[in-house]
């Protein structure tokens, strides 16, 4: 008797292929990951010309004039924004349902930032176009789709 080779309903089932990651959500995910690159990099170019290094002591910080004092909370800002950026980048990529309303809050922060930079005559017009582009980029109904949540999803 010949042997058949019958599939059975329950490896059906396991073999469902796992859900693709839109490319829309990928080029999000990469240019935010950019953007939040670049902004670690500027906190860090920008404490290391104020004079900061990671060695800095806590204690010292009381003893700081109000115009470095300011540099450092610009480089804390900068650095809290960048990290963030890249967290929500890896959470877009795992499609979280939270992931969307973050991203575009850290840009409204960014756009926020940006103005009020802009206003004391210090514009950043790369990074003030970059979170334009990613609102609006944001808003696409594709990405929408791709990060409503899950159960609601077909």
């Known amino acids: 008797m010949p042997k058949t080779l019958i599939r059975k309903p329950s490896r059906l089932k396991k073999e469902k292929k796992a859900a693709?990651?839109?490319?829309?959500?990928?080029?999000?995910?990469?240019?935010?990951?950019?953007?939040?690159?670049?902004l670690l990099g500027a906190g860090l170019y920008q404490g290391r010309l104020a004079g900061w290094n990671l060695w800095t002591r806590f204690g010292e910080w009381?003893?700081?004039?109000?115009?470095?004092?300011?540099?450092?909370?610009?480089?804390?800002?900068?650095?809290?924004?960048?990290?963030?950026?890249?967290?929500?980048?890896?959470?877009?990529?795992?499609?979280?349902?939270?992931?969307?309303?973050?991203?575009?809050?850290?840009?409204?922060?960014?756009?926020l930032i940006g103005l009020i930079n802009y206003l004391r005559h210090r514009p950043n017009y790369l990074g003030m176009a970059v979170g334009i582009f990613l609102v609006f980029y944001l808003n696409l109904d594709e990405v929408q789709a791709a990060l409503r949540n899950k159960d609601q999803s077909p």
Do not use: C, D, K
Request: charged letters at 5%; aromatic letters at 10%.
């Open 20 to 38: 693709s990651i839109p490319h829309s959500v990928v080029i999000l995910a990469l240019i935010q990951t950019l953007q939040g690159f670049g």
């Open 62 to 111: 009381q003893y700081i004039p109000l115009p470095l004092f300011e540099s450092f909370s610009n480089v804390l800002v900068l650095l809290v924004l960048g990290s963030a950026m890249i967290l929500v980048s890896l959470a877009l990529l795992r499609r979280a349902s939270w992931a969307w309303l973050f991203s575009m809050t850290l840009q409204g922060l960014g756009l």
